[in-house]
């Protein structure tokens, strides 16, 4: 990944270049030398500003639900009936028009310049087009058809009243769009499309190539429960393009926006500084799942817990219980008083042994012979005001950049902290392990391909783990490349050598030629990888059936016994009913029905079940296993 980095924020500007409520009396009463037009690259630096898949509202309130309805998270309090309840959601149904507004802004300009000029930025407006697709994918995932075509139009004689495009008309005209896009970026010539102005691939016009081929594949993985031989087809025409796929740290999508601020602005620098995912923790068989097969990721995508040796021994000298599955990750001896001494971590030994998830069985928390362990706070006491987690939540310096960590230490030691100075943050957004996890899958579903399946499974896992290095790094993880000096048998977190070796040689990160079961290890990869893009690894849970029930790797939990069968677990989020007065009332009214959808809110999970976006209709129930 090339690293380019804007100096400021220039919001301020920026906006008033593009701004969508431009005054045209105004413009016709000024001077016109101090009529201020907008530049082209200055519209696509603004278009990547606001491109944004995964902000505050999205981790705040949709992921905490998609990672409990795909049970690879658990509540704090534990899986109970309610657990199906939706809350309310963000903003994901409407932020791809915080980019859409910009590709419609750069056609009208260049449709003002004469076509010598506006063929130089031909590049510029292809890139736009990359970023809004991402963006109407990611719409639709969760909410179905979206207004998109005539979107953002009014200012330049559409409507204000946009109706709204069925999602599979939208694959089409997307697929279309990236294809063009491809066209334009391999064969263009003459361009002003300035690096200085891209911070994703510094104006390189090849790398955009790649992203844009890659992105077909996003739409082939959504299509394969409504045309699987179209989706197949997609993926051919994608493996054998001469333009080629993402394919290394220079061509992931991976980028950080701007490295200082203007006008106040931090949220484009550090993502935001608000708390989030405070009462969702890691699933335990996620975890149980990764530290057994020793994948380095389960160290970028959890944060140790709190109990270092330090702790386990200031537990035993207080002659306080060490919660039963740490203690078994414990060499200890005992004196003649009884008191226990730590001596070494067992098996593996640090950081392994610091990553615990919670248990997603139903009412766990309150089975408090069995599961107290996890859930009864007071066993995790020292003293009246220092407690310590004993599982592993997930790790906030994956999505922001303002973090604080402070080190469990004990009470009247030092209070040792890091991350006091924020960092810019570096969001991850397609990668080349998460096209080669595509490719796999669709080589294990018959589609004409250059590889095998086990070729682009093993380079997807290769990839994905050295990708989340090089994003735990970036984002100065807690535990990178640092122990803080506290506790002497504190091991630091970043990848180390033969260790991607050693995952790999775990049965569980192997094909075998046995198609179902390849496919259940391919979709496992593809949710673990999606875990820092929560609206695709439930696009994935949801289209695959995995997790499955009665599965040796990661096992769906049937909760019909506890009164919540597969079937009452949303698939999709609600459409907020409209009101009368809504200017748009009509038409979402009559795009409501179209779709099949009930509109309002507190709905029931079978509701939410039943009535499926169009590219979920025929995917196999949750824990059902893959359709072949």
Partial sequence: MKIYKLSAILLGTLLLLVSS??????????????????????????????????????????????????????????????????????????????????????AHQRSLMSAAVSAQYANIASAIDVMTVYMGIFATDMYGDIPF??????????????????????????????????????????????????????GKPAQWAKLANSMKLKIAARLISQNKPLALTIASQVASASCGVLNGSSDDFLFNKANSVSNGDQDKVYHWNNGFLTSTAASQRVINFMVQNQDPRVRFFYQKNQWNSKVVQAFFSAEKNVPSYILNNVNYTTDANGIHHFVSWKGIGEPWVRYYGL????????????????????????????????????QYKMVVGTNTFTLPTLPGDPVVQDNINPVPWYGMYMSTAEVNLYLAEFSLLGANLPQSASSYFNAALTASVTEYDHLANLNKLPYYGKTYGYDPNEVSIELRPGEIATMLANPAYQLTGNTASDLEKVYIQQILHFTYQPSDQFVTIRRSGCPKVG????????????????????????????????????????????????????????????ERVWQDINAPQFGAGPNQ
Avoid: H
Wanted: glycine share 6%; hydrophobic share 35%.
């Fill in 21 to 106: 409520c431009r005054d045209e009396f105004a413009t016709l009463n000024s001077n016109p030398s101090n009529v201020t037009k907008a530049d082209p690259s200055f519209l696509f630096a603004q278009a990547v500003i606001n491109f944004e898949p995964s902000g505050y509202l999205l981790w705040y309130y949709n992921t905490p639900m998609t990672y409990t309805f795909g049970q690879v998270g658990t509540p704090t309090g534990g899986f109970t009936p309610q657990y199906t309840l939706e809350t309310a959601t963000g903003d994901q149904a409407s932020n791809y028009l915080n980019v859409l507004l910009y590709a419609r802004d750069l």
């Fill in 551 to 610: 599965s040796n790797l990661i096992a769906w939990q049937d909760y019909t016994a506890g009164g919540v069968p597969s079937n009452a677990v949303p698939r999709r989020f609600e459409v907020v009913a409209p009101t009368p007065t809504d200017l748009m009332y009509n038409v979402k009214v009559a795009a409501y029905k179209t779709e099949g959808f009930t509109s309002g809110t507190q709905l029931p999970g079978t509701t939410l079940n039943s």
């Fill in 359 to 394: 248990p997603v069985e139903m009412n766990a928390q309150q089975n408090a012979a069995q599961y107290g362990d996890y859930f009864d706070p007071n066993r995790v006491k020292l003293t009246t005001t220092y407690s310590y987690t004993p599982y592993s939540m997930f």
């Fill in 149 to 202: 075509t005539q979107a953002c139009t009014a200012r330049y004689g559409g409507t204000l009243t946009p109706q709204f495009d069925r999602v599979s008309d939208l694959y089409t005209l997307w697929l279309k769009t990236l294809d063009n896009a491809v066209q334009t970026f391999t064969t263009s010539t003459n361009q002003i499309f300035p690096g200085t102005q891209d911070v994703v691939y510094g």
